[in-house]
């Protein structure tokens, strides 16, 4: 063997065990996702011991079997895998423990404290010379987010509230703590610009990049926890956000304005007459704000949510583009510069072609790209799936400089080890998976059928129907719902994205840029009235914006198309109204049945071999048990965590009684529209049968209309104080009876005295759900039960096993009286975390606890489930009840370390 040969394995051997190190990094740190709490420190030293062990035996090992002329290949493996391993975990661990070093103190907890921070994003989108003068009377309060980063906390740095601020000091210095912020501010909305645009007060408005001082009021970041829908806990961990808040003053004077040029950018924009001013704002800043509920709905349908939200794909298209561009300027200057020495008789010593062959023009090229693709990352501001790209393209362009040879397997693993270290905690999010699922699938499908071989349009087209369906197991994760659209929407959204985005930059930077649209800082009556200033070549200005409106003008025929689309009834169904639930997968997967899943298709990719199409049944398996209907010997009360809000849904087989829809806050029914609904669906309920709303109040009925109006609601019986809520009413449903027991009949008052109070039964095991009544009906309803036999209701027929506590636990509810006459096994109270009226009241827990009930917090435990078997098969479901099983979804179905309970 020659020493070239032996050069070449050794390093061959080198990459191998780095690639090796490097998947089981990540794969270790991964993992984290699924811990149900962290390591504790004394832990992690045990593991570095662990790791300092197993490299000693196998460096000793490795050493001796070179002695003897052994094979050691083995011994390197093993130490490459523990070493990955042990120091994933370490470091997933260590992060994990330095987010929660940080904690608010409890003093300063729901008080007035003194902050300073900078505004990472959320801020003002139009300058300052527009905000002062553009006054008008059209005024209107609008609430504005921040994303801050914490400077001082009432005079003390933020590394003064961990436990060793000189050890965290560096930590911080590095990661800052940082806060969501509200604060309602006065927008204006003169009546010369877009319709689709309002300016904020000039005084009150912060731009990202600015340091203000305020004064807040603080709480710990905390969410509510569903199986379904969005968890804001884990979004707040997964972006280093230890608390939440409002501005209840912002100290002007003292606010130090450092605008960054993307609010310039977002001005130029705003300034154009554009048909879809907040699709642009979207696609070419990330900035989603203006977005409706409809708009969010058409996205949803089709499956084009990612086409306006920038991500890898976006710095992929911008990149190809810098690429093609500067490398056909490449070729041009040689071009010239053989022109010019064959016309003129240039020699070649003092030609452009010798200067271009002492350039290195390839590092020259990637470097551009890099350039421009630094400033279009900085347009986003710097969103994660945007940098996490920057980050693969860095890579990518430093491994062909530097002329490395490396399969595409070991490129993805130094792009997933990169993310994790510079942004520790974004395996918490969806956009990670869905990035490196995508980059995962690209890579595959193009090396199994040699993509590059094929034309574009067939390599596109199999490409973007293999990212399809390997992206539903992930999107069924996530969110709950998989559009079927999406496949269709995306063969004519993709290529037109491609083409319009380079171009719509294009057009917007040469706008921004050009001396002759604006001179010097426009006034105030330019802006308002569209007036540009006076010279010799507006005609050139015009024709750049006309390109752009003729541009503008595409995206709305994209838009109508998908209109069109997410009106269209995938399976001929005949109802339009409810197209949206055929049109999608709409079912929570587990993460466990996701990842067999990809793992099927994974294999399903891969050549031939003995085994490949069984083995690849055996994994899709979870994902098929998932659509099995759900038993019918069992049935199941669903204490949803609303918040400061009652939603509860009883199911029994493939139908469903709802007993409450929770908030609506300005308009919008998140609970019911994000949450129940979506919910059921997974569950493959049919329909729902009865929705009860034990009274009007909009914590109990803020979701009414959405559950009513849902197409599994159409032919369901409502029951409200006002009607049908009455003394003595019993209503058979399923294997299941329902039984209403206050107000009396002929009641007028829809009022918390006035609550229905259902009981659901299956005549051995029960649920009592009282609504929002207090002391006084429930004084009432014990007299009603002792003294009236006409509907055959006694004092026993209010005894149940689960308790749903009144009023939400109130001091002036649960009196000892109406839980003796109950009798409950657990209660549950439906309350929001440190809500403003302190329920459940400490003398109401006192009285439970009395009593030897078992007490449950949706703010504490989140969801909570019930599950009771017909028959009181307790040898089956026997957990401290003897008759049915509580579960929680922080306790028991959900249990990590990120969501913890408080």
């Known amino acids: 063997m020659n020493s070239n040969e032996f050069y070449r394995q050794s390093r061959t051997a080198k990459f191998n065990d780095t690639t090796i190190w490097l998947y089981c990094f990540c794969l270790a740190t991964l993992s984290s996702a699924f811990w149900p709490s962290l390591p504790t420190i004394e832990t992690l030293g045990y593991c570095l011991v662990l790791l300092v062990t197993v490299n000693a035996l196998v460096l000793c ?83 504005q987010r921040y994303t801050v980063e914490l400077v001082t906390l009432d005079n003390k740095s933020a590394a003064y509230y961990t436990p060793m601020p000189s050890l965290f000091s560096l930590w911080y210095s590095i990661n800052p703590p940082k806060l969501t912020l509200s604060y309602k501010s006065s927008w204006r909305k003169p009546s010369n610009l877009n319709e689709s645009m309002s300016v904020p007060d000039a005084d009150e408005c912060l731009h990202n990049g600015d340091t203000f001082h305020a004064t807040v009021k603080l709480k710990p970041a905390y969410g509510t926890a569903n199986p379904i829908g969005f968890n804001k806990q884990q979004h707040l961990v997964s972006q280093g956000v230890v608390a939440t808040g409002y501005i209840k003053h912002i100290y002007l004077t003292k606010t130090l304005h450092q605008h960054k040029q993307r609010s310039a950018y977002k001005q130029t924009l705003a300034s154009l007459q554009l048909q879809n001013q907040k699709w642009w704002q979207a696609l070419l800043f990330g900035d989603r704000s203006a977005l409706n509920e409809q708009d969010w709905q ?154 590059h071989q094929k034309p574009w349009y067939v390599a596109l087209f199999q490409l973007q129907v293999c990212i399809s369906v390997a992206i539903i197991p992930l999107a069924l994760v996530w969110f709950g ?70 541009v503008d003008t595409v995206l709305t025929w994209f838009f109508d198309f998908l209109h069109a689309l997410a009106a269209f009834d995938l399976f001929g169904l005949s109802d339009a109204t409810s197209s949206s639930v055929h049109n999608s997968i709409d079912m929570p997967l587990s993460a466990p049945a996701a990842i067999s899943s990809l793992a099927a298709l994974c294999l399903l990719f891969f050549p031939y071999f003995r085994g490949k199409y069984f083995f690849s049944a055996v994994l899709i398996a979870p994902f098929i048990l998932a659509f099995l209907p759900n038993s019918k010997n069992v049935w199941q009360v669903h204490v949803f965590d609303a918040g400061q809000a009652s939603a509860i849904a009883v199911t029994q087989g493939t139908s469903a009684v709802i007993i409450d829809s929770g908030l609506s806050v300005n308009g919008h029914a998140t609970t019911a529209k994000r949450v129940m609904i979506p919910f059921l669906r997974g569950l493959h309920i049919e329909r729902i049968a009865h929705v009860i709303h034990t009274h009007g109040d909009n914590d109990h009925a803020g979701g009414a209309s959405t559950i009513i109006n849902s197409p599994l609601a159409s032919g369901s019986i409502n ?43 299956d005549g051995e095991q029960s649920v009592l759900i009282p609504g929002d009544i207090e002391r006084s009906s429930e004084y009432a309803l014990l007299t009603l039960l002792n003294q009236s036999n006409e509907y055959n209701l006694y004092k026993h027929d209010l005894e149940a096993d689960l308790l749903i506590a009144p009023h939400h636990g109130s001091k002036t509810s649960s009196t000892n009286a ?85």
């Open 719 to 761: 029951y409200t104080p006002l009607n049908g809520c009455e003394h003595g009413k019993t209503v058979e449903w399923e294997q299941l009876r329902i039984l209403f027991l206050w107000p009396k009949a002929g009641n007028q008052e829809d009022s918390n005295a006035q609550s229905c109070v259902v009981k659901i039964t």
């Open 298 to 451: 058409l996205l949803q349908l089709t499956g084009t949510g990612h086409l306006f939200s920038i991500s890898g794909m976006h710095l992929s298209i911008v990149a190809s583009t810098v690429l093609i561009a500067s490398s056909g300027l490449v070729v041009l200057l040689a071009f010239l510069s053989k022109f010019s020495r064959f016309v003129f008789g240039i020699h070649s010593k003092t030609t452009l072609t010798r200067s271009l062959h002492l350039t290195p023009l390839r590092v020259c090229v990637f470097l551009f790209v890099l350039l421009l693709c630094w400033f279009y990352a900085s347009l986003s501001g710097l969103a994660l799936p945007v940098v996490r790209a920057y980050i693969l393209l860095v890579i990518a362009c430093f491994i062909v400089c530097m002329h490395f040879v490396m399969r595409p397997l070991h490129i993805i693993a130094l792009m997933c080890v990169g993310c994790l270290l510079v942004f520790p905690l974004s395996h918490l999010t969806a956009s990670f998976y869905l990035s490196v699922g995508a980059v995962v699938v690209i890579t595959l499908i193009s090396l199994r059928f040699k993509l």
């Open 481 to 550: 719902s998989a559009s079927m659209l999406g496949l269709v929407a995306n063969l004519l959204a993709l290529p037109l994205i491609t083409v319009l985005l380079p171009v719509s930059l294009l057009l917007l930077f040469s706008l921004h840029f050009s001396h002759l649209y604006w001179p010097q800082p426009p006034t105030s009556q330019q802006v308002l009235h569209q007036v540009a200033p006076n010279n010799k070549l507006d005609g050139f200005v015009g024709g750049l914006k006309q390109a752009f409106e003729q």
């Open 818 to 902: 109406f839980i003796r006459a109950v009798n409950p096994k657990a209660v549950v109270f439906t309350q929001g975390y440190l809500n403003r009226w302190k329920f459940p009241a400490k003398e109401v827990q006192e009285r439970y606890r009395n009593n030897r009930v078992l007490q449950l917090n949706t703010s504490y435990h989140g969801y909570i489930k019930a599950t009771f078997l017909f028959n009181n098969h307790s040898d089956v479901i026997n957990v401290e009840q003897d008759s049915f099983r509580l579960e929680s979804y922080r306790k028991d179905l959900h249990k990590r370390w990120f969501i913890p309970a408080r």
């Open 61 to 143: 090992h490795t050493k001796l079997g070179a002695l003897l002329g052994n094979n050691t290949a083995f011994y390197g493996a093993i130490s490459c895998i523990t070493f990955g391993i042990i120091l994933g975990v370490i470091w997933a661990a260590s992060v994990g423990h330095l987010h929660y070093a940080w904690q608010l103190p409890r003093d300063k907890i729901q008080q007035d404290v003194m902050i300073v921070g900078k505004v990472l994003n959320g801020g003002c989108a139009v300058s300052s010379t527009l905000l002062n003068n553009a006054r008008s009377s059209q005024n209107q309060h609008r609430t």
